[in-house]
């Protein structure tokens, strides 16, 4: 195209810009789809609000036009791209509120989720496959390796189900209110979440170690008489991150799966229960505008896994689709 | 390396100091909260607008109404009206109200006030679903005096009282009504009660915080101020999750306690059970008599006989509810019991269908007529078990040898949403009240619920007689006789239980009480024993 | 580490599951949908996994459901084989920009989680088993596109394939002979990922209540009403909810071991 040196840097910005690019266009395809599905097979949004008396038959013309739904479906898809880009998702069917407003309020509780779930995925992911990979043979690392089929088999409702029984078990009963109410909300619904995700991270930390284990510079390490101990590890454990990061990516579109569900089991207020709601009732604006935000988070993380993992190792660089 | 440890440490510090701090700050304030959960999360707070009885249970504490009903004896006492007149035609109602009362807003309440307040509820743009029922025939409201108002109705309505002293008839700072409009005063709700309305955010939560200036509490509340100082409201809207809650300390009341849990739960010492009567409508079925083959008055007495009433009621609810004998629950004014409903009979059931023309298929286990077996479509709420009572009006009428579809509606729209589309045969709704004129809205041919279908002029008078006699009680009554065995006669309806709502507190709250339609608790009341 | 055990209890495992689909009212004098005994009884000679909340007989309720969830499992990725596999194949078989356009659309659609997709989908269309079963299935289309197409491609650049051509075969008889087994034995093991994870789908929808009528007898919608009387009763929660993971866990071992079987690119 432009006549750039072929210099690594250069690459790496036209493969960095590449990403972005075919991002934007996803989330496109994304937004599009997911607005037309809605709205062809849901047909008339007016009519569940007509038949609960909300809106009268003679209002019912008029308040089409006010929310534009009287337009042919392509005029308002182009209202409703150009209000995205406004960040305007609508306004909810039933309460009238701005449907960007309602997910506003809800996010912080899903993201604490998400993010702690992560975070423990992440850390019981790296302690089970190191110690599936490391001491390979021992009770440990047979016990490592079952934990970590058990994680990813187990559906997260059940897993959850599991951790209200395990835990009431455990301390007879549910623990009564010890003042750390908000800690103690989070850590059961994270854990479980977080087991469930660290299923699929320590089989990739297990072989990715098992892999590097093997290389000429650890063996040459510790024949060196480096010890065993935080540093060799750390080299052992570097080439293993990169297909973490991008699988990292990838549970992000579990999470959201499993977010809904743990929310669910655990009645916590969030984005899945509010999504869960808004289909059972019919109030679209709301399910399409979580829908598009999940959908635009996955696809941003994503490519934003891939510039990552291109970063951490830059022989990733040419590699489109896996 | 030197460097990099100060650091880690500094920061251990830090988050040690922060700790304390956050403790420190816990231990400060001795403020008195109870944390209550609600069981629904409806689709819009504002008492005047909606018609959730779940809204009440908040609400009825941030306003007062211009009578109060005393839940021991039905009695109306004076609230923020102090006496009234009704006329010897039972026309018109004066009432003459407190000159001594603010709105939490400092407004000053006074007649003009109330007026608002029935123009915001009247005002055909608002589309209230339930006050402006409740309002009944209600022609004019006239402000005489700063302090004086009368409200005219075009006939008598018995029921005129026991509307005005409920929440829905709350009176609302005006100044707040007309500066928020229809859609965002459910946010900022101004009223005169012992509690102040402070936040709400739909599904997740609703503060309300103590009114100390609260000075006119009516006689039928044991105290005069309120004693906590911060009730949190949060939602609980899958019945699995309401024990957990309570057992894992998050919430320190909530009703509609699923009947096992109450069972469990009031056997420790930490909680303690209420088991309040709703009067009002029992959970029951409508028969869609417009529909095929429920068209058909012995069909639909053979689908009542088909049912062990008493055992889906012992199953589901324990001990806890009653088996309802009619459209009306035992402990609701007007209820009579000489109307009993079919026994359970399932071969007089069967045969009923055989001499209707079908015939048993053994080999199908199904009753067939032209080889087309009977289909039947029961939809029910979310609500009070009602898919477990649908599970198993299901199971029976299965058995019996029907074809039976059930479909549970998430929500009060999507359930007249299915009334709406007319595919049903059975349907489960059921309101709450003290009076019995809200059969009315049922059982009356153009009447707002009437989800049976069901259009009789005799029936239409007996309902409008009803009420009109306002103020006899025993003619009253001799119209309700009339009306229950007609339709226990017709067959409109299959009665299931009388609704018990299973309150669970725990041990160390004092002073739980509810008022006369049995949802609403009266916050000002409650205490917490140390 | 797939041992021999693994591979063995699974397909047990699964005959068991499938047997109960088939020989359901022989299994169990009881129906599934009534009332036989005491609500929430403990398992007994009588009821030989307890009775439920309404007083339905569990061993029952397992079998039945055992019907119910797998076909509706197979239903689901049958829909996106089909559809999917088609789309692949075209898309193999048209012209590079058709192609590429096509997998990219597909690509785009993968970036909504598979969940979320299939939610949408019974938000517009209601709930209700049948559009759970619909949803789920379309929303395994893009994936199975992306699975189909590489077959299709990788079995078409086959070495031998130009040397059948070379020798004078006819297409018919080298799609016969090479194409279909080779593709198929590859096609079959990814389809049974495709059910594990559709039979995964179609629980969690139910699960939370995506399915219409409570009283069917669908492991998923078991697991929910399970929830109910959790800490006193677990072992409606504990039974549904074992017997969806077991099941899952052996699709997918199976599924593992059949591609193993069928890599055409194994070294022994």
């Excluded at chain 2, 709406?420 to 009240?433: K, L, M």
Aim: hydrophobic share 45%; glycine share 8%.
């Amino acid at each position: 195209m432009v006549p750039f040196p072929d210099r690594p840097q250069y690459r790496a910005i036209v493969a960095v810009s590449q990403r972005i690019l075919d991002g934007l266009l996803t989330a496109w395809v994304t937004v599009t789809f997911t607005f037309f599905a809605l709205r062809i097979a849901a047909g008339d949004p007016l009519a569940s609000l007509l038949s609960q008396g909300l809106i009268t038959h003679e209002n019912v013309e008029q308040i089409r036009i006010q929310l534009g739904l009287d337009q042919p479906l392509l005029t308002q898809y182009m209202q409703f791209l150009s209000s995205l880009l406004h960040g305007d998702l609508g306004k909810s069917l039933y309460t009238k509120r701005s449907v960007s407003q309602i997910i506003f309020e809800q996010l912080p509780s899903t993201i604490e989720l998400a993010l702690s779930a992560l975070l423990i995925g992440l850390i019981l992911g790296i302690i089970i496959g190191t110690t599936a990979a490391w001491k390979r043979g021992s009770l440990g690392a047979i016990l490592a390796e079952s934990l970590s089929g058990l994680a990813t088999a187990l559906p997260v409702a059940f897993t959850g189900i599991l951790g209200i029984l395990f835990v009431s078990w455990l301390i007879g009963g549910l623990p009564g209110n010890i003042g750390l109410s908000s800690v103690k909300n989070l850590l059961l619904p994270a854990s479980v979440l977080g087991f469930a995700s660290a299923g699929p991270i320590a089989r990739v930390i297990q072989s990715g170690l098992e892999e590097s284990i093997q290389k000429p510079y650890i063996l040459a390490a510790r024949a060196r008489g480096i010890s065993g101990g935080l540093r060799l590890f750390w080299h052992a454990l570097r080439p293993a991150l990169p297909p973490v990061i991008s699988l990292t990516a990838l549970q992000a579109a579990f999470l959201f799966g499993g977010t809904v569900i743990t929310e669910v089991v655990f009645s916590r207020p969030g984005l899945g229960r509010l999504l869960i709601s808004s289909i059972l009732q019919g109030d679209f604006p709301i399910a399409q505008g979580i829908v598009i935000l999940a959908a635009l988070l996955y696809t941003f993380s994503h490519h934003l896994a891939d510039i990552l993992a291109m970063v951490i190792d830059p022989r990733l660089e040419n590699e489109h689709e896996k | 390396m030197k460097p990099k440890s100060s650091k880690h440490i500094l920061f251990i510090l830090l988050l040690l100091i922060s700790c304390m701090i956050a403790s420190c700050k816990n231990t400060d304030q001795q403020k008195q909260v109870i944390t209550y959960g609600l069981t629904l999360a409806p689709s819009g707070i504002d008492p005047h607008i909606n018609a959730s009885a779940e809204l009440g249970i908040p609400l009825s504490s941030v306003y007062d109404t211009l009578v109060f009903q005393n839940p021991e004896n039905g009695e109306f006492v004076p609230g923020l009206a102090e006496r009234w007149t009704i006329s010897d035609d039972g026309f018109t109602y004066t009432f003459s109200l407190r000159d001594d009362v603010t709105f939490h807003d400092g407004t000053a309440f006074d007649a003009q006030a109330v007026k608002t307040n029935i123009e915001y509820i009247l005002d055909p743009d608002h589309v209230s679903q339930k006050a402006s029922l409740m309002l009944g025939p209600l022609e004019d409201v006239k402000v005489i005096d700063s302090h004086t108002i009368s409200f005219r109705l075009s006939e008598p309505f018995a029921p005129l009282l026991d509307s005005l002293a409920q929440v829905y008839l709350g009176i609302a700072s005006p100044t707040a009504l007309e500066k928020w409009g229809p859609s965002e005063y459910q946010f900022h709700q101004v009223g005169t009660g012992p509690y102040r309305f402070i936040e709400y955010i739909p599904n997740d939560h609703l503060t309300l915080e103590r009114n100390p200036d609260y000075a006119w509490a009516p006689e039928i509340y044991k105290n005069d101020q309120a004693q906590i100082d911060e009730i949190r409201f949060r939602f609980f809207e899958d019945p699995a999750t309401r024990s957990l809650a309570l057992e894992s300390g998050e919430i320190d009341i909530i009703g509609e306690v699923p009947p096992y849990d109450a069972a469990r739960l009031a056997e420790s010492e930490n909680f303690q059970l209420y088991p309040v009567a709703i009067p009002g409508q029992p959970l029951q079925f409508f028969f869609n008599t417009q529909n095929p083959p429920t068209d058909n008055v012995q069909v639909r007495l053979a689908l009542i006989q088909a049912i062990d009433r008493a055992f889906i009621t012992e199953t589901i609810f324990g001990i806890y509810s009653p088996v309802a004998e009619g459209p009306l629950s035992a402990s609701t004014l007007g209820y009579s019991s000489n109307y009993p409903y079919p026994d359970y009979d399932f071969d007089q059931a069967r045969s009923t269908f055989q001499n209707l023309g079908w015939e048993y298929d053994e080999g199908r286990g199904q009753l067939l007529k032209e080889g087309q077996p009977l289909q039947i479509q029961i939809v029910v709420p979310t609500w009070g078990s009602n898919p477990e009572v649908g599970q198993l009006l299901e199971a029976a009428w299965e058995k019996l040898g029907l074809e039976v579809s059930l479909e549970v509606a998430p929500g009060f729209g999507p359930l007249k949403q299915a009334h709406d589309s007319g595919n049903y045969h059975a349907i489960g709704i059921n309101f709450f009240g003290t009076d019995p004129d809200q059969l009315r809205s049922f059982f009356r041919s153009d009447g707002f619920y009437n989800w049976s279908g069901y259009q009789d002029p005799v029936l239409d008078s007996l309902l409008d007689q009803a009420v009109q006699a306002s103020l006899d009680l025993n003619k009253r009554q001799a119209y309700y006789d009339q009306i229950f065995e007609l339709i226990r006669n017709e067959a409109l309806i299959l009665p299931i239980r009388d609704y018990v709502n299973l309150v669970i507190a725990r041990s160390n709250i004092k002073g739980l009480r509810f008022s006369s339609q049995g949802w609403f608790p009266f916050l000002i009341d409650l205490s917490i024993e140390p | 580490m797939r041992s021999r055990v693994i591979v063995y209890s699974s397909l047990l495992w699964l005959s068991a599951v499938v047997m109960a689909s088939i020989l359901a009212p022989l299994l169990t004098r009881f129906d599934p949908l009534q009332p036989v005994g005491p609500p929430l009884a403990t398992p007994n000679g009588q009821w030989v996994l307890g009775t439920d909340a309404l007083g339905r007989d569990t061993w029952t309720r397992l079998i039945y459901g055992a019907r119910l969830s797998l076909s509706a499992a197979i239903s689901s990725a049958l829909l996106s084989i089909t559809i999917g596999g088609f789309v692949g194949v075209i898309s193999a078989s048209s012209p590079h920009w058709v192609d590429r356009l096509i997998m990219w659309f597909s690509n785009a659609l993968l970036s909504i989680p598979g969940l979320l997709l299939a939610m949408i989908l019974v938000a517009g269309l209601g709930p209700g088993l049948a559009t759970v079963i619909m949803a789920i299935g379309i929303s395994g289309v893009p994936g199975f596109v992306r699975i189909s197409r590489s077959i299709f491609m990788q079995t078409r650049s086959q070495r031998y394939m130009e040397t059948s051509r070379a020798l004078g075969g006819d297409s018919l008889w080298i799609i016969r002979y090479h194409l279909l087994p080779n593709a198929l034995s590859q096609l079959l093991s990814f389809s049974t990922v495709q059910i594990a994870w559709a039979f995964l789908g179609l629980t969690t929808l139910t699960f939370l209540g995506l399915a219409g009528d409570p009283s069917t007898p669908e492991w998923g919608a078991m697991l929910n009403a399970g929830r109910l009387h959790l800490i006193e009763f677990p072992h409606l929660a504990i039974l549904s909810g074992g017997a969806i993971t077991l099941t899952i866990m052996s699709i997918h071992n199976l599924g593992i071991w059949l591609s193993r079987r069928t890599d055409p690119t194994r070294r022994l």
